[in-house]
């Protein structure tokens, strides 16, 4: 018997987001953002959020629509401005928001960090920028590095393609993106996947996120591939 | 020694593209930045052997996808649909990042804001109070990768010069860039000096009253 539930619907899966959590949010654009997720997060209620991605929402749905309800009180993501980021950019722009803007590879070497267990690491992206204010260095083999510290979720929210019965992921193409490093940094991870198999439905070789990082995993139907 | 195409005029963009893609080895593993650089891969032969790398989790990144081939969840760095070359692998995003940070990838082409003689690297941010920062995964790449080509204009729209004795917008990266490829232009940067390589339509003597205050042999 896995330790891995699997709740009726996406409200039942985030039923328990408290107030003031740090959500991790996968997906690059609209590529793996767990929407169905998202949408009930904003069903739900939380507020006064942290929220981890990559972007800052994209049109009027998904993370965007937690945006837009007020529900984020800061966002972390390397991202921001896009095209089709206009909800973000009028709430920065009206100081509503906070923002830590993080150099991609940072953000995501600091998901994995904090599912790894690793207290902090220094790495050389962002010497000599703006992004290195405030930051510790330590110059290793000549070369000038900032400290950079763990992104701990309280709650991860994430789409894979596919589950089998103990919790065992595979994602789908360029989906997967943030998926199994926020799977393994939060608390609590969710997971919306389109199907659900029977345990041994997966190839053991094949399985990208083991089980062990997933607490919740939702069946969405009808969900896109 | 210089190369002066002085019988036409400035490259197309296209000529641009084809003109990066000659630089880049075969075999190479590639990052081709959002915008202009991405128009390399319309010039990268299949026999060269050059695999591209996207930031958002794949090698092996193929042409944009037409018709029926796209699909929402197979995109690249620019959330552009793509197709998949034969090959290809996916991966997550600190992997990504570790081909990049690791000093795995052999070359990456970037567009920027300005360039410095030394290198620097200015893309990211204008600076101006009301622009809104972003980042993406520019500073990974230009910290990371082997070699940073620069695609830009030599002006900017104001007319000033993009290439510049010390960039004035904040900086993505330190001393990271050697070579930029505009339509007049290809020049690299070496050891505090712009050294043209090949002009269209544009003398060196020209760049010369143009790119005021650097050393241009």
């Known amino acids: 018997m896995s330790r891995t539930q699997f709740p009726v619907d996406a409200d039942a899966a985030v039923a328990d987001v408290a107030d003031g959590s740090t959500v991790l949010v996968g997906g690059f654009g609209a590529a793996g953002q767990p929407v169905e997720l998202i949408d009930a997060l904003l069903r739900q209620g939380a507020k006064d959020l942290t929220v981890v991605s990559n972007n800052a929402g994209n049109g009027d749905l998904g993370l965007a629509a937690l945006l837009g309800a007020g529900r984020v009180r800061k966002i972390v993501c390397s991202f921001p401005r896009q095209s089709d980021s206009w909800v973000f950019d009028e709430l920065y722009r009206a100081g509503r928001i906070e923002l830590e803007l993080v150099p991609q590879g940072n953000l995501a070497e600091r998901l994995r960090a904090a599912g790894a267990g690793i207290g902090a690491f220094y790495c050389p992206t962002a010497v000599g920028t703006p992004l290195a204010e405030g930051k510790e260095t330590r110059v290793i083999d000549g070369r000038e590095h900032l400290l950079e510290f763990p992104i701990h979720g309280d709650v991860a929210l994430v789409k894979a393609h596919v589950a089998d019965g103990v919790g065992n992921l595979v994602y789908r193409k360029t989906a997967r993106n943030f998926g199994p490093v926020m799977a393994a940094a939060a608390r609590t991870t969710i997971v919306q996947v389109s199907e659900v198999v029977a345990t041994g439905g997966l190839d053991p070789e094949n399985v990208v996120t083991p089980a062990i990082y997933v607490d919740r995993v939702v069946k969405i139907e009808g969900g896109a591939a | ?217």
């Open chain 2, 1 to 217: 020694m210089s190369v002066e195409h002085l019988d036409r005029g400035p490259l197309t963009k296209d000529e641009l593209a084809a003109r990066v893609a000659r630089d880049i080895p075969d075999g190479a593993y590639v990052n081709l930045g959002i915008g202009r650089p991405t128009l390399v891969a319309d010039h990268l032969s299949p026999e060269s052997g050059v695999v591209l790398h996207t930031e958002n989790g794949m090698l092996g990144m193929g042409r944009a996808a037409v018709g029926d081939e796209v699909d929402p969840d197979l995109v690249n760095a620019g959330k552009v649909p793509v197709v998949e070359t034969p090959g290809a692998s996916y991966f997550h995003h600190a992997d990504s990042f570790a081909m990049m940070r690791g000093g795995h990838l052999d070359v990456c082409v970037l567009g920027a804001y300005q360039v410095a003689v030394n290198g620097d690297l200015a893309n990211w941010h204008t600076g101006a109070p009301d622009a809104i920062p972003a980042v993406g995964g520019a500073m990974d790449l230009a910290t990371g990768a082997r070699a940073v080509y620069v695609v830009m204009p030599l002006r900017g729209r104001d007319g000033t010069p993009k290439l510049v004795p010390r960039c004035t917008y904040p900086l993505t990266g330190v001393g990271c860039v050697s070579r930029v490829y505009s339509e007049e232009a290809v020049v690299s940067l070496r050891g505090g000096e712009v050294v043209v390589e090949e002009t269209w339509g544009t003398s060196v003597a020209e760049l010369r009253d143009l790119l005021v205050g650097l050393t241009i042999v």
